[in-house]
Nanobody
Framework: QVQLVESGGGLVQAGVSLRLSCAAS????????MGWFRQAPGKEREFVAG????????YYADSVKGRFTISRDNAKNTVALQMNSLKPEDTALYYC?????????????????????WGQGTQVTVSA
């Protein structure tokens, strides 16, 4: 019954910014950690960024650290990914996901197998 809907993807030039958004329903949002993952053709799904339920703790993949920022608005049941200085290698289908990981109010996992609900994804394509 949990539903996650991503939006904000598009086709942009390198160096441009995009802001992805994920709207969630069906859970007590503030109790659950949220994550963004991405998957490029022929590659495995990889962790991009995560945020704890209380919004205090965040974690980023090395490839996006310093360029991407994850945030959440628990009052609106949304999580966002601000993507700056986009590179062609950022091209992928981006998914938001939620996890019932114990302690998710304060911590977050980075393994995709720990997330139990996923959105359908939004495509981000970055041209050189």
């Amino acid at each position: 019954q949990v539903q996650l809907v991503e939006s904000g993807g598009g086709l942009v030039q390198a160096g441009v910014s995009l802001r992805l958004s994920c709207a969630a329903s069906g859970r007590t949002f503030s109790s659950y950690a949220m994550g963004w993952f991405r998957q490029a053709p022929g590659k495995e799904r990889e962790f991009v960024a995560g945020i704890s339920g209380n919004g205090v703790n965040t974690y980023y993949a090395d490839s996006v650290k310093g360029r991407f920022t994850i945030s959440r608005d628990n009052a609106k049941n949304t999580v966002a990914l601000q993507m700056n200085s986009l590179k062609p290698e950022d091209t992928a289908l981006y998914y938001c996901a939620t996890t019932s990981y114990a302690g998710g109010t304060y911590y977050l996992p980075t393994r995709s197998t720990r997330y139990d609900h996923w959105g359908q994804g939004t495509q981000v394509t970055v041209s050189a």
